[in-house]
């Protein structure tokens, strides 16, 4: 049997390995042989320890490299999966702060993002149709304003005209009666 590896005096990592004949082994030895020899391995720990660091630092810097690789993709996707849709709509919200209400933002997905977006335009549109009716209204009044003046205007005329005719008809009168005296 082999021995499991085991610490020499020498603090060497040896392990012993029996050779035992196989059927390739029996066209050189024969088959009364079971153990064809022994090989002897031994491993200095300073060895074993160098190789354990080197192994231990590779393991770390590859496990380094594979987070910030991962953490590149990560931002990668949330730049285009939240950035991108998130810079459209806030575009889209300037430009309808600054008054341009009918922008409207683009829906791309039916995500978050999509009806947000949806939910943005819906409110745009009834802004619009509100302020277009605050328009009618201001037009509307406007209009009757005018109108109302015109009347006023056309009141006070009349009213002139009524007191022009009236003294006019009392001259007319006072005429008729001077009139009628003298002949």
Not at 61 to 76: C, E, Q
Not at 80 to 94: D, F, Q, S
Not at 100 to 107: F, G, N, Q, S
């Amino acid at each position: 049997t082999s021995r499991r590896p085991f610490r020499s005096e020498s603090g060497h990592l040896e392990s012993i390995r029996h050779l035992r004949n196989m059927d390739a082994c029996q066209g050189c030895h024969t088959e009364e042989l079971a153990v064809l020899g022994y090989m002897h391995l031994g491993l200095g720990t300073e060895a074993v320890g160098n190789a354990s660091w080197r192994l231990t630092w590779l393991l770390v810097a590859s496990s380094f490299v594979l987070l910030v690789l991962t953490l590149g993709v990560i931002t990668a996707l949330l730049r285009t999966m939240v950035g991108r849709p998130l810079k459209k709509l806030a575009r889209a919200m300037e430009l309808a702060q600054n008054g341009d209400l009918m922008v409207r933002a683009p829906v791309e997905s039916v995500d978050e993002f999509g009806q947000l977006a949806e939910s943005f335009n819906q409110m745009l549109s009834r802004l619009t149709a509100l302020t277009a009716r605050e328009l009618d209204t201001a037009r509307e009044l406007e209009a009757a304003q005018k109108e109302l003046k015109l009347t006023v205007e056309i009141e006070e005329k009349k009213t002139l005209l009524e007191d022009a005719n009236r003294k006019l008809a009392q001259r007319v009168n006072e005429l008729s009666v001077l009139f009628g005296i003298s002949q």
